[in-house]
């Protein structure tokens, strides 16, 4: 697994963190029930404030992708591993709709309706 950050970014290092981390897990190349890095490990890989990892840590687990539990760590959850299913669905449906000539604005229009309907 591999994180990067850009210190002189304007997106916040944590926001960095968890994206990397989201983009692993969404990716398929974490599972459910795997293990993250520690976040001791991953402030001192990074040269980061472990503090700046825990609030990515914590945002992930907010969106449901990861369970933090103590003397465990943080572990990716079934429902964050099936977003690597949903986002392949997603692509899909991005390329159906390119073919078709949607735009990606009628496109989020349409899949924020459908949420609603639902």
Do not use: C, W
């Not at 969404?26 to 700046?52: I, S």
């Not at 991005?94 to 349409?110: E, I, N, Y």
């Amino acid at each position: 697994m591999l994180i990067r950050v850009d210190p002189q970014s304007t997106v916040p290092l944590f926001a960095q963190i968890a994206a990397g981390l989201r983009a692993e897990i969404t990716g398929g190349r974490l599972g459910a029930g795997e293990r993250l890095p520690a976040a001791r490990e991953v402030a001192e890989a990074l040269q980061v404030n472990l503090h700046t990892v825990l609030h990515a840590y914590q945002d992930l687990r907010d969106e449901g992708l990861i369970d933090l539990r103590r003397g465990r760590g943080a572990v990716v959850t079934p429902a964050g591993a099936a977003l690597a299913g949903l986002r392949a669905e997603i692509a899909a449906l991005v390329d159906k709709s390119r073919a078709l000539g949607v735009s990606p604005d009628t496109l989020s229009a349409l899949v924020k309706e459908a949420a609603r309907d639902h």
